[in-house]
């Protein structure tokens, strides 16, 4: 996934996560990345399987969908202006969602590794703080130097 393009979009609101994922949907079409199936498919997914998480001080939705409606592997991180109230993964209730991070994987196994690393790292406040206040031009970086980077290389930069 390290040679996965990172989409990035702050200063936006949505009036709800459907409007949210709507965005998402019509900015990867445009952008190439997926096929045009994907829209409906991220809707879909997310009506069956939430994708709200409460983290410790804040939440994060990573709507995704299956790699069948993928051209090539990309991250679409948005930071609303507002938080968006997405429902939760493992519950019945709500997150207000600071961040969305858009997983578009090409073949399934890469979902399950990215999902992995990506709670790995959301686990670290400074990190997810981090990508709540960056200027919105040193987003992507940030996020593949904590995301893409393997542990060895990371250790041997510090």
């Given at each position: 996934?390290?040679?996965?393009?990172?989409?990035?979009?702050?200063?936006?609101?949505?009036?709800?996560?459907?409007?949210?994922?709507?965005?998402?949907?019509?900015?990867?079409?445009?952008?190439?990345?997926?096929?045009?199936?994907?829209?409906?498919?991220?809707l879909?997914?997310?009506?069956?399987?939430?994708?709200?998480?409460q983290?410790?001080?804040?939440?994060?939705?990573?709507?995704?969908?299956?790699?069948?409606?993928?051209?090539?592997?990309?991250?679409?991180?948005?930071?609303?202006?507002a938080?968006?109230?997405?429902?939760?993964?493992?519950?019945?209730?709500?997150?207000?969602?600071?961040?969305?991070?858009?997983?578009?994987?090409?073949?399934?196994?890469?979902?399950?590794?990215?999902?992995?690393?990506?709670?790995?790292?959301?686990?670290?406040?400074?990190?997810?703080?981090?990508?709540?206040?960056?200027?919105?031009?040193?987003?992507?970086?940030?996020?593949?130097?904590?995301?893409?980077?393997?542990?060895?290389?990371?250790?041997a930069?510090?």
């Amino acid at each position: 996934m390290h040679n996965c393009q990172v989409f990035v979009k702050t200063g936006i609101a949505f009036e709800d996560y459907h409007e949210a994922l709507t965005h998402i949907g019509e900015s990867m079409v445009q952008a190439g990345v997926v096929q045009t199936s994907y829209p409906q498919a991220l809707l879909i997914r997310e009506a069956e399987f939430p994708t709200g998480i409460q983290l410790e001080h804040h939440a994060v939705a990573i709507p995704h969908c299956e790699a069948m409606h993928a051209r090539t592997p990309s991250i679409y991180l948005i930071r609303p202006d507002a938080p968006v109230e997405f429902f939760q993964a493992d519950d019945e209730g709500t997150v207000a969602a600071s961040l969305i991070i858009a997983l578009i994987v090409t073949h399934p196994s890469e979902q399950l590794v990215l999902l992995r690393k990506l709670f790995s790292q959301l686990q670290e406040p400074t990190f997810y703080e981090s990508l709540l206040t960056v200027p919105e031009d040193q987003l992507a970086e940030l996020f593949k130097q904590h995301v893409f980077v393997p542990a060895q290389e990371k250790a041997a930069a510090v």
